[in-house]
């Protein structure tokens, strides 16, 4: 195993990886963020630097949100946002509020994912501000990929990318899989070559209990009707711009499910159109049979994509690998909530050294590589 990880001759140009979240990687290598938990040990230990202008706290556990801990925060002079482990909730102080001003009309320290664009906002400003850009292309580089795709990519994230010198940048390309919203308001974005696609989340993640796992439409983010508006709008005015991906945040049985039954159909009959499945953690083999079906009855073969991370799930990847005249199986590392390096990647999975595992493995980095070439 060694040797594979080692040796990238067996990888020439394979090396990318397809679903990552670049500017929370770039949060990390910053002192802009640090985990819930040297949050406290630093507090506990007077170790905590007061003279910052900005504090993110990730990994915040949800049962931790209570009144003693805005009470505590509230301390701070400077703005401090803690983030739950599941990024659907932030926890803020007063001298955050105050930085917003009273116009925003936000008078909690208890915030929803709504209130995403106003956090990201906060943090990207400051994120120009330090323009430590290149650390981030380091830790690609380092890692030998030089291609990503951010895996969604709002109007802020996107302004950013814009403003700053990323796109410039030697040694790191990113693309884009937008926001489905951001695509409805402004749906001349595509037209930018750098955007893959469209993403939508179905659910939600299984670090807050809100993947959809069971039989529970009460997690479903999916807006049916959004998702129609989509499809429309491009059928009007991009159907001859070539392959479009429309993306989905998908962990759960009934998840993949609820894909399969209620959407693909709806993706495949047209021909313009590359369904993506991100995660697919936890599925049924009944489904990946009906979507095969789905596959042959409307010709979508090289038409879907299973993105998996480096985790378990109910079917390996060498299982939906063998499915592989059907669909692709590619890989990504999510990061950052799992990280670039190789050893935490694919081989940890194939676990062999055999010739066999070997060409399995230059099979999905080649699908890897697809991604980028619609």
Not at 222 to 232: Q, S
Not at 254 to 278: D, H, Q, S, W
Not at 302 to 330: C, H, Q, T, W
Request: charged content about 25%.
């Amino acid at each position: 195993m060694a040797n594979l990880r080692q040796n990238r001759a067996y990888l020439p140009h394979y090396i990318s990886d397809p679903h990552t979240h670049p500017i929370l990687i770039l949060q990390k290598l910053t002192d802009i963020s640090i985990e819930y938990a040297v949050f406290k040990n630093f507090v506990s230990s007077g170790n905590l630097d007061y003279n910052r202008e900005i504090l993110v706290v990730t990994d915040l556990p949800l049962g931790c949100i209570n009144n003693e801990l805005v009470n505590f925060i509230n301390n701070f002079d400077f703005p401090i946002i803690m983030k739950t482990v599941d990024y659907h909730s932030f926890v803020v102080n007063n001298s955050f509020l105050n930085k917003l001003g009273k116009s925003v009309g936000i008078f909690e320290n208890v915030l929803k994912e709504s209130y995403f664009d106003i956090i990201d906002r906060m943090v990207l400003s400051y994120l120009k501000k330090s323009g430590n850009f290149n650390a981030l292309v380091e830790e690609f580089r380092k890692n030998c990929i030089d291609r990503t795709i951010d895996a969604f990519t709002t109007k802020d994230f996107y302004e950013f990318y814009n403003d700053t010198l990323f796109l410039n940048t030697d040694g790191l390309e990113i693309y884009f899989l937008l926001d489905n919203k951001f695509f409805l308001s402004s749906p001349e974005v595509l037209l930018n070559i750098k955007c893959l696609g469209i993403k939508f989340f179905i659910d939600g993640t299984i670090s807050s209990g809100t993947a959809w796992i069971y039989r529970n439409r009460k997690n479903l983010f999916l807006d049916e009707k959004e998702f129609d508006c989509v499809l429309e709008l491009l059928d009007k005015k991009f159907k001859n711009l070539g392959r479009i991906y429309l993306a989905f945040h998908c962990i759960g049985w009934y998840a993949f499910e609820f894909l399969v039954k209620n959407l693909a159909k709806k993706i495949l009959k047209k021909n313009n159109l590359i369904l993506r499945v991100e995660h697919c953690s936890l599925i049924k083999k009944k489904d990946i049979e009906k979507l095969i079906d789905l596959i042959r009855d409307y010709n979508a073969y090289g038409r879907v994509f299973l993105v998996l991370n480096p985790e378990k799930g109910s079917i390996s990847i060498m299982d939906l690998y063998g499915y592989k005249n059907y669909f692709y199986v590619a890989y990504a590392s999510d990061a950052p909530v799992y990280g670039l390096d190789l050893i935490d990647s694919i081989f940890v999975l194939l676990n062999s050294d055999s010739h066999y595992n070997v060409e399995i493995v230059n099979d999905i980095f080649r699908f890897n590589d697809l991604l980028f070439l619609i």
